[in-house]
Nanobody, 119 residues
């Protein structure tokens, strides 16, 4: 079992920055691909970014490309999402998720952290 705990959300003005963290339990964290997703009430959950187990590969949604950076520290069992040039449309609850080896889906999810960007 893997537990994921997000932190770092909050209220920021448009153009500002936030860094989200996701701390994971378990010794096999370094073997998981890790993703960030976001959801606005009444809308479907949206993919934001993913990073491979080694950190060598990353992929971003077009809406955040060039503004957000995903990274990980396997020694600390933590994945990060650096968010710059924030826009009001980035307002959402942000979730991290873990995809275990050979899985075709994300198997574990955190409880989410609220990000609010004011105009």
């Amino acid at each position: 079992q893997v537990q994921l705990v997000e932190s770092g959300g909050g209220l920021v003005q448009a153009g500002g920055s936030l860094r989200l963290s996701c701390a994971a339990s378990g010794r096999t964290f370094r073997s998981y691909a890790m993703g960030w997703f976001r959801q606005v009430p009444g809308k479907e959950r949206e993919f934001v970014a993913v990073i491979s187990w080694s950190g060598g590969r990353t992929y971003y949604a077009d809406s955040v490309k060039g503004r957000f950076t995903i990274s990980r520290d396997n020694a600390k069992n933590t994945v990060y999402l650096q968010m710059n040039s924030l826009k009001p449309e980035d307002t959402a609850v942000y979730y991290c998720a873990a995809q275990t080896v050979n899985s075709q889906k994300y198997d574990y999810w955190g409880q989410g952290t609220q990000v609010t960007v004011s105009s």
